[in-house]
């Protein structure tokens, strides 16, 4: 999980919200990733950025917003157009066509 | 269009004993796989990588995994194993598209049993 900071660890939303996940990285890599995690389902991308002030979407994207002013954050807004937002979500970076590393992870429940 | 098929959703070994953690995968042109780690409420960590060479490649912690191009398969492997390498196992393929997207297994949980 080293260089990459993902917060906070849990978090919660009540019905109609929006709430923003926090991803911030140190390893100087230009791309960075955000997977959604459920049981039995591996990982599925939902957005991903290769540099600043550009992201496209992955498998997964509705419900879900993203921005990358700086090279090293990159957020993540569950919007309450997501209706089933309740999972593990995991910060990912890399630099260039190597390996990915992870944050250690939010927990997202729903009140 | 990339997969990766793990086919066992549970692996359990006694302590000691080799472990093997299965994988296959689909991919047009050169595949590029992983492995991956996952311990409770934690990212995921790196282990070991095929990009081209030969065809048993060295991991951490011990793994190893061998590529077998002709059966489209990348098993994880282990000689002896330890009650601490219970966790969750991922395998992933790069895509070919140049935006080093990875796609995922649904992950084997490995049980070590004392």
Redesign the interface.
């Known amino acids: 999980?080293g260089g990459?900071t993902?917060s906070p660890k849990y978090l919660f939303r009540k019905e109609g919200q929006n709430v923003t996940l926090s991803c911030e990285q140190n390893l100087n890599h230009d791309?960075m990733?955000w997977y959604r995690q459920d049981p039995?389902?591996?990982?599925?991308?939902i957005y991903?950025s290769?540099i600043v002030n550009d992201f496209?979407k992955?498998d997964i994207a509705e419900g879900y917003s993203v921005s990358r002013e700086k090279k090293e954050s990159f957020p993540l807004t569950v919007t309450s157009a997501q209706k089933n937002p309740t999972a593990?979500y995991?910060c990912?970076s890399?630099n260039?066509?190597?390996?990915?590393?992870?944050?250690?992870?939010t927990?997202l429940s729903v009140l | 269009a990339q997969s990766v098929a793990q086919p066992e959703?549970q692996v359990n070994v006694a302590e000691g004993n080799p472990l093997t953690v299965k994988c296959t995968y689909s991919v047009s042109g050169n595949p590029?796989l992983?492995w991956?780690v996952q311990y409770p409420?934690?990212?995921?960590?790196?282990l070991l990588?095929y990009i081209t060479g030969d065809n048993l490649v060295k991991g951490s912690y011990g793994f190893e995994a061998e590529f077998n191009k002709s059966q489209t398969s990348f098993h994880l492997k282990k000689p002896s194993a330890l009650v601490s390498d219970s966790a969750l196992y991922?395998c992933a393929v790069?895509d070919g598209t140049?935006?080093?997207?990875?796609f995922?297994?649904?992950?084997t949980r490995l049980t070590v049993i004392p």
Not at chain 1, 40 to 45: I, K, N, T, V, Y
Not at chain 1, 96 to 105: P, S, T, V
Not at chain 2, 98 to 102: D, F, P, R, V
Request: positive net charge.
């Open positions: 999980d990459i993902q791309a990733y039995g389902q591996g990982l599925r991308l991903y290769q496209q992955g593990f995991l990912a890399s260039g066509m190597d390996i990915q590393y992870f944050g250690a992870g927990r | 959703d590029y992983f991956y409420n934690r990212g995921l960590q790196f990588k991922f790069r140049g935006a080093n997207n990875l995922f297994g649904t992950g």
